[in-house]
Protein backbone atom coordinates (compact mmCIF):
# COMPACT_ATOMS: atom_id res chain seq x y z
CA UNK A 1 0.00 0.00 0.00
CA UNK A 2 0.87 3.72 -0.95
CA UNK A 3 0.17 6.28 1.24
CA UNK A 4 0.95 10.06 0.29
CA UNK A 5 0.40 12.95 2.72
CA UNK A 6 0.49 16.57 1.54
CA UNK A 7 1.64 19.74 3.85
CA UNK A 8 2.24 23.30 3.46
CA UNK A 9 -0.44 25.26 1.75
CA UNK A 10 -2.21 28.11 2.99
CA UNK A 11 -2.69 31.65 2.09
CA UNK A 12 -0.25 33.76 0.63
CA UNK A 13 -0.35 37.24 -1.45
CA UNK A 14 0.74 37.74 -4.81
CA UNK A 15 4.43 37.02 -5.46
CA UNK A 16 4.92 35.74 -1.94
CA UNK A 17 5.96 31.83 -2.02
CA UNK A 18 5.26 28.43 -0.70
CA UNK A 19 6.98 25.30 -0.14
CA UNK A 20 4.89 22.08 -0.17
CA UNK A 21 6.08 18.75 1.06
CA UNK A 22 4.74 15.07 0.16
CA UNK A 23 5.36 12.30 2.66
CA UNK A 24 5.47 9.12 1.33
CA UNK A 25 5.01 5.83 3.19
CA UNK A 26 4.65 2.12 2.10
CA UNK A 27 6.80 0.48 -0.75
CA UNK A 28 10.16 2.25 -1.49
CA UNK A 29 9.91 5.91 -2.66
CA UNK A 30 13.00 5.72 -4.62
CA UNK A 31 10.48 3.25 -6.92
CA UNK A 32 7.77 5.92 -8.00
CA UNK A 33 7.86 8.63 -10.17
CA UNK A 34 6.02 11.76 -8.54
CA UNK A 35 4.21 14.06 -9.39
CA UNK A 36 2.16 17.80 -8.46
CA UNK A 37 -1.19 18.28 -9.89
CA UNK A 38 -3.56 20.71 -8.57
CA UNK A 39 -7.48 21.74 -9.29
CA UNK A 40 -9.02 24.57 -9.39
CA UNK A 41 -13.14 25.33 -8.18
CA UNK A 42 -14.91 24.21 -11.41
CA UNK A 43 -11.49 23.42 -13.41
CA UNK A 44 -10.21 19.57 -13.93
CA UNK A 45 -7.85 18.79 -12.47
CA UNK A 46 -4.47 19.29 -14.08
CA UNK A 47 -0.23 18.65 -14.35
CA UNK A 48 1.85 20.59 -12.63
CA UNK A 49 5.68 18.68 -12.46
CA UNK A 50 7.02 15.70 -12.04
CA UNK A 51 10.42 14.24 -11.28
CA UNK A 52 11.97 10.75 -11.93
CA UNK A 53 12.99 8.52 -9.47
CA UNK A 54 16.60 9.66 -9.23
CA UNK A 55 15.47 13.07 -9.11
CA UNK A 56 17.88 14.33 -12.31
CA UNK A 57 15.04 14.88 -14.59
CA UNK A 58 12.01 16.95 -14.23
CA UNK A 59 9.17 18.27 -16.33
CA UNK A 60 6.87 21.44 -15.64
CA UNK A 61 3.48 22.91 -16.88
CA UNK A 62 4.47 26.01 -19.12
CA UNK A 63 2.25 27.62 -16.58
CA UNK A 64 4.04 27.25 -13.38
CA UNK A 65 7.77 27.15 -15.30
CA UNK A 66 10.36 29.36 -13.96
CA UNK A 67 8.39 30.22 -11.03
CA UNK A 68 7.86 26.51 -9.37
CA UNK A 69 11.07 23.80 -8.52
CA UNK A 70 9.97 20.06 -7.66
CA UNK A 71 12.38 18.24 -6.23
CA UNK A 72 12.99 14.88 -4.29
CA UNK A 73 14.70 13.44 -0.97
CA UNK A 74 14.69 9.61 -1.22
CA UNK A 75 16.24 9.49 2.03
CA UNK A 76 13.57 10.90 3.39
CA UNK A 77 10.48 9.32 1.70
CA UNK A 78 10.01 13.08 0.66
CA UNK A 79 9.06 15.19 -2.09
CA UNK A 80 8.69 18.71 -2.17
CA UNK A 81 6.98 21.75 -4.55
CA UNK A 82 8.89 24.93 -4.09
CA UNK A 83 6.36 27.82 -5.11
CA UNK A 84 8.00 31.58 -6.04
CA UNK A 85 6.24 34.33 -7.33
CA UNK A 86 2.95 33.23 -6.90
CA UNK A 87 -0.45 34.43 -8.73
CA UNK A 88 -4.36 34.28 -7.60
CA UNK A 89 -4.34 31.79 -10.86
CA UNK A 90 -1.91 29.95 -8.54
CA UNK A 91 -4.71 29.29 -6.28
CA UNK A 92 -5.99 25.67 -6.17
CA UNK A 93 -5.79 22.15 -4.29
CA UNK A 94 -2.71 20.75 -5.06
CA UNK A 95 -2.45 16.71 -4.81
CA UNK A 96 0.70 14.79 -4.83
CA UNK A 97 0.89 11.61 -7.11
CA UNK A 98 3.16 8.56 -7.20
CA UNK A 99 3.54 6.28 -10.45
CA UNK A 100 5.06 6.42 -13.91
CA UNK A 101 6.12 9.32 -15.73
CA UNK A 102 3.77 11.23 -17.72
CA UNK A 103 1.46 14.41 -17.49
CA UNK A 104 -1.66 12.56 -16.78
CA UNK A 105 -3.67 11.30 -13.94
CA UNK A 106 -3.71 7.48 -15.14
CA UNK A 107 0.09 7.55 -15.05
CA UNK A 108 -0.28 8.34 -11.71
CA UNK A 109 -1.86 5.62 -9.44
CA UNK A 110 -1.40 7.02 -6.16
CA UNK A 111 -2.69 10.04 -4.50
CA UNK A 112 -2.59 12.39 -1.35
CA UNK A 113 -5.67 14.13 0.07
CA UNK A 114 -4.44 17.25 -0.90
CA UNK A 115 -3.61 20.69 0.31
CA UNK A 116 -4.88 24.17 -0.34
CA UNK A 117 -3.71 27.03 -1.84
CA UNK A 118 -5.03 30.18 -1.96
CA UNK A 119 -2.89 33.15 -3.30
CA UNK A 120 -4.76 36.64 -2.79
CA UNK A 121 -4.60 39.90 -5.46
Known amino acids: QVQLVESGGGLVQAGGSLRLSCAKS????????VGWFRQAPGKEREFVAT????????YYADSVKGRFTISRDNAKNTMYLQMNSLKPEDTAVYYCAAGSWGTTRRDYPYWGQGTQVTVSS
Open 26 to 33: GRPFSMYT
Open 51 to 58: INPSGDNT
